[in-house]
């Protein structure tokens, strides 16, 4: 039996995806690829950088442009973060540290790409250049998404974040909730952020969006704002 299996990831406008998938050998997979896919078939198998072994697509933009990692090497092998477009990887410079891992995980319309480097701090490749995001303090975070105007949201420690104009913008949850924890998981080209936060006790899960001014943010739920 040969093994394989895919995962999706990321979708653009037009509807492609862009994930990965296993393939070859026999009850291990002899590969896993970056792809694309259109209309529930497989499109493209985009490969992995030079040299590599592995590569994981984990967002699309609607120009058909992917980001996401690849690495290099064998086990316990270098991570890398690249874009590619019509066939051609670029591999995307690491931020200067001593964990030289990176890893793609938004992109927008223009090429701009979020994502992780140096061992986890949140950055974004902007014109091939990669640029540190703000942290108050160095914690374990996760880079969610990027629009088109450069806005990212993620969460870092506890607490959902927009980076906007080099700025830390914590998301706070809901007022009076009992745990005080929230998380952005993505954001659209108005600058309105989507999430989840915690709740007073008693109440469910549900989702919230946060909207930021240069003034103050104002929270959502179930058409009434706070």
């Not at 259109?38 to 120009?63: E, F, H, Q, T």
């Not at 949140?122 to 703000?134: F, I, M, R």
Request: aromatic share 8%.
């Amino acid at each position: 039996t040969t093994a394989s299996g895919a995962a999706a990831n990321g979708i653009n406008g037009f509807g492609d995806v862009a994930g990965g998938g296993t393939g070859g050998g026999g009850t291990v997979p002899a590969y896993q690829h970056a792809g694309i896919w259109r209309n529930g078939v497989l499109l493209r198998d985009i490969g992995v950088i030079p040299g590599g072994n592995y590569s994981m697509a984990n967002d699309i933009n609607d120009v058909g442009q992917v980001t996401g990692t690849s690495t290099a090497g064998g086990t316990g092998a270098r991570q890398y973060a690249f874009r590619w477009q019509n066939g051609v990887f670029t591999v995307l410079p690491d931020l200067p540290g001593a964990f030289l891992q990176s890893a793609g995980f938004s992109i927008n319309a223009r090429g701009d790409v979020a994502g992780q480097s140096n061992g986890g701090e949140p950055v974004v490749w902007k014109n091939g250049t990669v640029q540190a995001l703000p942290l108050p303090m160095r914690l374990a975070n996760r880079v969610y998404e990027i629009n088109d105007s450069g806005d990212v949201v993620g969460t870092v420690g506890t607490l959902g974040v927009l980076w906007r104009n080099g700025q830390y913008v914590p998301l706070d949850p809901w007022p009076g909730a009992a745990v005080k924890s929230s998380s952005a998981r993505g954001i659209n080209n108005a600058g309105v952020v989507v999430g989840d936060p915690s709740f007073q006790p008693g109440q469910s899960l549900a989702a919230v969006t946060w909207t930021v001014t240069p003034i103050t943010w104002r929270n959502r739920r179930s058409g009434s704002s706070k």
